[in-house]
């Protein structure tokens, strides 16, 4: 990929032509290619991982600075891409595994420990969506996709402090549920 002969297509993608996109995509596409094979190991997920590239190409274009080299810039995005692509795998990756744990415990639990389990389950599951949004987004990301708590600040771009209030507050609201929960199965005592 020479830099001068794709300038002016550059200029051309970032006034939104499609056809210097063609024409941008088919003079970096094999140096794109490469580095994504190189940097994945694994040419099942290239495709994938290419397509997100130029994606990315497209829609932040506009924040490409003329004065850098493009093919630096776009070096930088695959690296991304293909950061995101392996981190994404690898949670997949994990909640296969969980599933498959989830499925050898359940066959090895006796039938009324699988029904009770399936119905905490399912009370659990209505407590979490009775909270309100920022409270059940922090609860989801901490429990279910084992974010910690310095982690869920980054992603939803939010102080460390608030994450810790929502995460106090998301726990005290399902521990006050649990309680009430426990206070309507618990049966009533009679004494003749």
């Known amino acids: ?3 001068l002969d794709i300038t002016p297509w550059v200029e051309g993608l970032a006034a939104g032509d499609q056809e210097a996109f063609r024409r941008v995509y088919e003079a970096t ?3 794109v290619y490469r580095t994504a094979t190189f940097l994945l190991g ?3 997920d290239v495709e994938d991982v290419m397509n997100e590239v130029y994606m990315k190409l497209w829609t ?3 924040g ?3 004065n850098r080299p493009f093919r630096h810039w ?6 991304r891409q293909v950061q995101d692509w392996r981190r994404k795998t690898w949670r997949r990756f994990r909640l296969f595994e969980r599933k498959a744990m989830l499925e050898v415990e359940r066959v090895q639990m006796a039938p009324d420990t699988s029904i009770v389990l399936h119905e905490t389950s399912r009370e659990m599951l209505e407590a979490i969506q009775g909270l309100s949004y920022k409270l059940r987004v922090v609860v989801i990301l ?3 996709h084992d974010y910690s708590l310095n982690e869920i600040a980054g992603i939803l771009d939010i102080p460390l402090g608030t994450v810790k209030s929502r995460h106090h507050l998301a726990l005290k609201a399902l521990r006050e549920h649990a309680v009430l929960l426990m206070d309507d199965k618990e049966e009533p005592y009679y004494v003749h």
């Open 142 to 144: 901490r429990y279910y």
């Open 29 to 31: 596409v094999q140096d």
């Open 74 to 79: 776009l070096h930088g995005i695959v690296v």
């Open 42 to 44: 694994n040419p099942r």
């Open 1 to 3: 990929m020479r830099e």
């Open 64 to 66: 490409y600075d003329s």
């Open 60 to 62: 932040s274009i506009a």
